[in-house]
C-alpha cells in the first residue's frame, strides 16, 4: 500500500477533474446571484489542489533515503476533501433524474449531499484527531479440552499492525499504548507483525519503548508483509538483507523472541505437574503481490508433518489471516491462530447488532474470531465488546484477527476501528 501504481495515480487525477468539473457546473447553474464569483473561486481553489496533488505523487516513495510521512499526510489532506466531494456528486446526479422523464431537478438532493459531505468530511477528521489515539481493549475468552491445566486461567495480549513509521519520531502514542498493555499483567504478549512500514531505522525512535513491554513468559514476534523492505528500491540485495537484520535485531534487543518458521515451547508447572502449550510462528504467508516467506511445516517441524496434528495445545501466529482461511485450518489441528494484516482497512461501523468493513469486499476474515461450523463453512463471530468480551469454546480450528494499533497509506481509523489491544484468556473447558 506504500506504492502508489501509475494507475492509481490517473484514477486520481480523473476522477478529480471530473468531479470539480461537475461541481463548478453545478455552481454556475445554480440560482445564487454570485453565482459566477463562486465558480471562479472554486476553479482556482481546485486548480491549487491539484498542483498539491500532482506534488504528492512525483515526491520519491521507494527511495532508500526518502520517508513515507510527508506523503502520507499530503495523501490525506487530498483525500478528506475529494472523498467528501464525491459524495456531493452523487447526490446531486440523483437529483437530475427527474429531468429524464422532463420532470424537473430535485435541487433538495444538493443540500442533502452538501450535508452528508459535511458529515464525510467530519468523520474522516475525527478518524485523524481523535480514533486513531484511542485504543480499545478487546477481551476474549476461549475454552478448550486440551488445554493443559496449569495454562487455565492464562493471560495473552496480542498486539498487531504497530506500523510505526505512520507516527514519525512522536513516542505519546506508543508509550500509552506500551503502559495500557503492561496494565493488563499479562502471562504472554505476542506481536502478529508488521512492526514498520517501509524500513527498519523507522524504529529507532522507539526503541526503548518497546523495551518496556512486559510479560511474565515474555514477547513473542512474527514478520508482516512491510517488514521485510519489499516496498522499497535497494540499491543492492545486500542492503535489503541488512535492513532485514537490524529490523530482526532490534527486536531481539528490546527483549522480543521472533518466531521466523519456527515454534517454542511455553512450560508451566502447578501441584508438582509440568505442562506446555506451543507457540509457532511463520514469517509473512503472502498473496499476490506480497510474497510467500511463511512456512507452517518448517515452524512445526519439517521432519514430522504429523505433528501438525499431534495432541499439543497449540497457537499459531501468522501474520496473514488468509493463511488460516487456505491452509491452517483444513491441514492442521492448531487450537488458536492469530493474525493481523487487514486493519478493518480502518474503517469499520457496529450498528443494530452487525458489523461492517470495506475490508469484507478483500478478507473473508477481516476482524474478530472465526471458526468454521459443521460443514466446513466460516463462522463470523464478530469482534468482542470492549467490557464484557466475548467467550468461545475452540471445538474446531479457530482464528482472531486483530485489526492493528497502526496505520498504512493514510493515518486515519473511521468509525469503530481504533486501535485493538487483545486481552485473550485461556480456560480449561
Excluded at 519520531?169 to 498493555?181: A, Q, R
Excluded at 512491510?226 to 530482526?248: C, F, R, V
Excluded at 493474525?339 to 474503517?347: I, L, P, R
Excluded at 466475548?390 to 493514510?410: C, F, H, Q, T, W
Aim: charged content about 20%; aromatic content about 12%.
Amino acid at each position: 500500500m506504500m506504492r502508489l501504481p501509475i494507475a492509481v495515480i490517473i484514477t486520481l487525477f480523473v476522477v478529480s477533474i471530473l468531479t470539480d468539473f461537475y461541481i463548478w457546473t453545478d455552481i454556475r447553474q445554480g440560482k445564487s446571484r454570485n453565482r459566477w464569483a463562486w465558480s471562479n473561486a472554486y476553479a482556482i481553489a481546485s486548480f491549487l489542489l491539484w498542483i498539491f496533488l500532482g506534488v504528492t505523487v512525483a515526491l520519491p516513495r521507494r527511495n532508500v533515503d526518502g520517508g513515507v510521512y510527508a506523503i502520507m499526510w499530503m495523501l490525506t489532506v487530498y483525500l478528506s476533501i475529494y472523498i467528501p466531494k464525491l459524495i456531493y456528486c452523487i447526490f446531486s446526479i440523483l437529483g437530475r433524474i427527474p429531468l429524464i422523464f422532463r420532470g424537473k431537478r430535485w435541487y433538495w438532493m444538493n443540500y442533502i449531499g452538501g450535508a452528508t459531505a459535511i458529515i464525510g468530511f467530519a468523520l474522516i477528521w475525527h478518524g485523524i484527531l481523535y480514533t486513531r489515539t484511542h485504543t480499545q481493549t478487546v477481551n476474549l475468552t476461549v475454552n478448550s479440552k486440551r488445554l493443559p491445566d496449569s495454562f487455565d486461567g492464562y493471560r495473552i495480549v496480542q498486539i498487531s499492525d504497530l506500523h510505526l513509521g505512520t507516527w514519525g519520531t512522536n513516542v505519546k502514542f506508543l508509550s500509552e499504548f506500551v503502559n495500557t498493555v503492561n496494565n493488563l499483567k499479562p502471562d504472554l504478549i505476542v506481536f502478529t507483525g508488521d512492526i514498520v512500514n517501509q524500513k527498519a531505522d523507522e524504529l529507532k525512535p522507539f526503541e526503548k519503548i518497546l523495551s518496556k513491554l512486559e510479560a511474565t513468559d515474555g514477547v513473542y514476534s512474527i514478520l508482516g508483509n512491510h517488514d521485510y523492505g519489499d516496498y522499497i528500491d535497494w540499491p543492492s540485495m545486500e542492503a535489503k538483507t541488512a535492513n532485514l537484520e537490524t529490523l530482526k535485531k532490534i527486536q531481539e534487543d528490546a527483549g522480543w523472541k521472533m518466531l521466523n518458521n519456527s515454534h517454542d515451547y511455553i512450560v508451566r508447572s502447578t501441584s508438582g505437574r509440568r505442562d506446555s502449550i506451543t507457540l509457532i510462528g511463520v514469517e509473512n504467508w503472502g498473496e499476490p503481490p506480497f510474497a510467500k516467506y511463511g512456512d507452517l511445516q518448517s515452524a512445526y517441524p519439517a521432519d514430522n508433518r504429523h505433528n501438525l496434528r499431534d495432541n499439543n495445545f497449540k497457537i499459531l501466529l501468522t501474520h496473514n489471516p488468509e493463511h488460516w482461511v487456505q491452509e491452517v485450518r483444513k491441514r492442521t489441528n492448531i487450537d488458536l491462530s492469530l493474525s493481523g494484516h487487514t486493519h478493518a482497512m480502518q474503517a469499520s461501523f457496529d450498528a443494530f447488532g452487525k458489523r461492517f468493513s470495506p475490508a469484507a469486499l478483500r478478507y473473508q476474515t477481516w476482524g474478530g474470531f472465526y471458526t468454521e461450523n459443521g460443514i466446513g463453512e466460516i463462522e463470523d463471530f464478530g469482534n468482542p465488546e470492549t467490557t464484557g468480551g466475548l467467550e468461545r469454546n475452540l471445538d474446531k480450528p479457530s482464528l482472531y484477527v486483530n485489526i492493528g494499533a497502526g496505520e498504512v497509506a493514510m493515518p486515519f481509523r473511521v468509525g469503530a476501528s481504533n486501535p485493538e489491544i487483545t486481552l485473550i484468556t485461556l480456560k480449561k473447558e
